[in-house]
């Protein structure tokens, strides 16, 4: 009678076990999806922010040479 309900035991913890298991599977898909959501997001990004440094970059070229002037002398005398 103690082994049956020892084994009882140890099929309900059995049991509970695998009803963990596979909730964490369930879990880990979802972590797996979000992960490549984000991972797509931040591609996605990426891509933007290397098109708008490329704009940028355009534009800076476009702008004229600045020429060196001499600096303002500031007359010490009071």
Do not use: G
Request: charged share 30%; no cysteine.
């Amino acid at each position: 009678m103690a082994d049956t309900q020892h084994l009882d035991q140890i099929a309900e913890r059995v049991e509970r076990l695998l009803l963990r298991h596979e909730e964490l599977q369930r879990t880990n898909a979802l972590l797996l999806e979000q992960v490549q959501a984000l991972q797509t997001e931040r591609d996605s990004l990426k891509s933007r922010l290397n098109a708008a440094r490329a704009r940028i970059d355009a534009l800076l070229d476009r702008l004229p040479v600045a020429t060196t002037a001499e600096p303002h002398s500031k007359d010490s005398s009071a």
